[in-house]
């Protein structure tokens, strides 16, 4: 599957595995049952139970029908990379590609020609194989749902960038690793993942300034009511951004987000006009608070750290795989150990098997990051009903209601549910502050 998340997370998986999609989706219209509060009576729990009582029974089989197709999808697209892979090797079609690369390019100094008169066509077959799958997941399926707003021409338009930036940083990234491959065949497991971890860091420092607007026109936000807080609430947490910048999402989806993306000199804040047009002021603060949790509370550093360990566990256990795999079937596949790009498949087949083991795990770590990017916006914002109502519009894609071990499993963010309780938490502990009864729930409006 080519898109951008794929693009973003290329470092850690080689392009063998996806990660979450954007974040917050459509306009509520919620019913008008959510109790009056009061210090002395405020329950939280109940509170929670109303607020997820106000979405009608058709809006939340729909939203809950797309998340958990959701699950299958993971599946599928785990087996469609497994089957790309088996089919590579099995018909010797890589160990093809890889002669016709080095009868092009003879000798050693030509070695990084090599890799790339590999790389680009196994980059295309794989985004020709995976594309049905591809359409339909991220075409079909979201106009199906009503969360799409292109028609096909300019989605695969943007598709084909994806492709060209792919081809373009992937090779770059498979030049240096087989060249950690060929000069340290032992201990190519630690360097390697030396080199994941640094391009990881190199990815998201350039794709504010070069990758993102390849895909959307970013310009600086003029309303001054909605700019001047955000941009206050940047400079009490030390965010040092000047302006505050709109993106034209809707031309591709009716999804709200928003982010504070870079580092160094490419830090930026950005939100999209569906935010704009379909939060309210509390709403947009709340969100925008939440992107500064992630900032201050420094979760760029630490999700590379975290996904830096995953990396070198899953090429420690590729070292000892890999090497068994082609001491078996490396003569039949005609893959001859780590250092050769036939084996590139081999190398996808064993790392998305890993991730997908994963699963769970990787989406635990950047799940309790964005908890506690939630209680960072909340305590930042001091919009609870803000926070309920955006998870409310969460609910639009993501399934508000879920057991525990589906949270576990499938959930990179908490759920509705998790987050509406920590908003009514909140502010159960700061009603005695002064918390207006009358204001801002949906009796309110």
């Known amino acids: 599957m080519i898109n951008r998340a794929i693009l973003l997370s290329l470092a850690a998986s080689l392009t063998f595995a996806a990660t979450a999609r954007p974040q917050e989706p459509e306009k509520q219209h919620a019913a008008a049952t959510v109790p009056v509060e009061n210090a002395s009576s405020f329950d939280p729990a109940a509170v929670t139970q109303a607020w997820l009582n106000t979405v009608p029974p058709e809006k939340r089989a729909k939203s809950d029908a797309y998340f958990e197709g959701g699950y299958w999808l993971i599946l599928w697209n785990f087996l469609l990379a497994i089957a790309i892979s088996i089919f590579l090797l099995v018909s010797r079609f890589s160990a093809r590609l890889r002669d016709f690369a080095e009868g092009v390019c003879r000798g050693s100094w030509q070695l990084p020609l090599q890799i790339v008169l590999y790389a680009i066509p196994y980059f295309l077959i794989m985004a020709l194989l ?137 830090t930026r804040i950005a939100l999209n006009d569906n935010l704009l047009e379909q939060c309210t002021l509390p709403e947009i603060r709340e969100v925008m608070a939440h992107e500064m949790g992630h900032y201050v509370l420094n979760h760029g550093a630490k999700l590379v750290t975290y996904f830096g360990i995953f990396i070198l566990i899953g090429f420690a256990l590729t070292r000892n795989l890999f090497d068994a795999a082609v001491r078996r079937w490396g003569e039949k596949w005609g893959v001859r150990g780590i250092a050769d790009p036939a084996g590139l498949p081999l190398l996808a087949l064993i790392l998305s098997t890993f991730v997908f083991v994963l699963t769970p795990f990787l989406n635990t770590v950047v799940r309790v990051t964005e908890r506690e990017a939630d209680a960072f916006g909340i305590n930042t914002s001091r919009e609870p009903d803000g926070m309920a109502k955006v998870a409310l519009k969460l609910g639009a894609y993501r399934k508000l209601n879920p057991t525990p071990l589906e949270e576990f499993i499938f959930y990179d963010h908490p759920s509705g549910r998790a987050r509406i309780r920590m908003a009514m938490d909140w502010k159960a502990a700061n009603l005695p502050a002064g918390e207006s009864a009358a204001k801002s729930h949906p009796a309110a409006h």
Not at 132 to 144: A, G, K, S
């Open 130 to 266: 995976s594309f049905p799958l591809n359409l339909y997941e991220n075409f079909y399926r979201e106009h199906r749902y009503g969360f799409a707003t292109q028609s096909f021409a300019p989605w695969f338009r943007e598709q084909l960038i994806a492709l060209g930036v792919t081809l373009f940083i992937g090779t770059i990234l498979l030049i240096v690793l087989y060249a950690v491959f060929r000069r340290a065949p032992r201990t190519w497991w630690i360097w390697g993942t030396i080199v994941a971890v640094v391009f990881l860091c190199a990815v998201a420092f350039i794709s504010p300034v070069y990758i993102e607007p390849l895909f959307n026109t970013y310009k600086p936000l003029s309303n001054a009511e909605i700019r001047d807080p955000i941009l206050a609430m940047a400079r009490a947490n030390e965010i040092p951004v000047k302006q505050v910048f709109e993106v034209d999402a809707s031309r591709q989806t009716t999804r709200v987000s928003a982010n504070v993306a870079g580092f160094l000199g490419t």
